[in-house]
């Protein structure tokens, strides 16, 4: 099978099966959609759904935020993983916004990639989420899912697996894609264990086949 025919087969069913994917984010407007892919960072999705909803009603714009102090935006989101350094990014992407942007989230990785705690996967959910643009976030379940299955080859970071991905997955596909491979791996193609008996793309998956001939 040539990497062409897998990526083919593998898209074709996620489109099938997944027809209109989204975030399991919860958010309300650009800014609070930031707010949770900063806070989002090594936390599960559900986590940063319990500890949202009273952040976004203490702080409805950059504006607000931005006029917050540590102690105070700490005790919204303690629960967290890494709290401390979240408050810091929080604060400092709020002020970003701010004095940079006149309190709006810009709509372009360059800019984006200026907001502290905003790095380049973040930058990209905001693109692909938001604005429905072509830009591929590879969080830790796009990168093992890929080359697992081998849309990808011997990938050593996120910025390799970004332009293979970018490379084969058609244009208007790729915002789609992202939350495919994200949900793929969360639920199906789980870290430790994936679950092949119910998963329907083993017909074109690398790794599953690697294992029938064991």
């Known amino acids: 099978m040539t990497v062409k025919e897998r990526y083919s087969k593998v898209l074709e069913w996620f489109a099938a099966?997944?027809?209109?994917?989204?975030?399991?984010?919860?958010?309300d407007s650009p800014f609070h959609l930031l707010l949770a892919v900063i806070l989002s960072a090594q936390c599960t999705d559900k986590r940063i759904n319990l500890v949202t909803p009273a952040l976004f009603e203490a702080f409805p714009d950059a504006a607000t935020l931005a006029a917050s102090n540590p102690e105070t935006v700490y005790e919204y989101i303690k629960s967290v993983s890494y709290p401390n350094n979240k408050t810091r990014s929080l604060l400092g992407a709020a002020r970003a916004l701010v004095d940079k942007f006149g309190g709006e989230v810009p709509d372009n990785i360059d800019d984006l990639l200026q907001i502290p705690g905003v790095?380049?996967?973040?930058?990209?959910?905001?693109?692909?989420?938001?604005?429905?643009?072509?830009?591929?976030?590879?969080?830790?379940?796009?990168?093992?899912?890929?080359?697992?299955?081998?849309?990808?080859?011997?990938?050593?970071?996120?910025?390799?697996?970004?332009?293979?991905?970018m490379r084969?997955?058609?244009?208007?596909?790729?915002?789609?894609?992202?939350?495919?491979?994200?949900?793929?791996?969360?639920y199906v193609c789980k870290a430790r264990r994936p679950d092949c008996l119910n998963c329907g793309i083993t017909a074109w998956c690398r790794y599953y086949h690697r294992q029938d001939r064991k």
Do not use: C
């Open 17 to 27: 099966a997944m027809p209109a994917p989204q975030t399991e984010l919860h958010y």
């Open 119 to 165: 790095g380049r996967k973040t930058a990209n959910v905001m693109l692909a989420v938001v604005w429905k643009r072509s830009a591929m976030a590879v969080d830790t379940h796009v990168f093992r899912v890929s080359e697992r299955i081998g849309l990808t080859t011997n990938s050593k970071n996120p910025l390799q697996t970004e332009k293979a991905l």
């Open 168 to 186: 084969h997955i058609p244009e208007e596909d790729v915002p789609r894609a992202h939350h495919w491979l994200i949900l793929h791996g969360r």
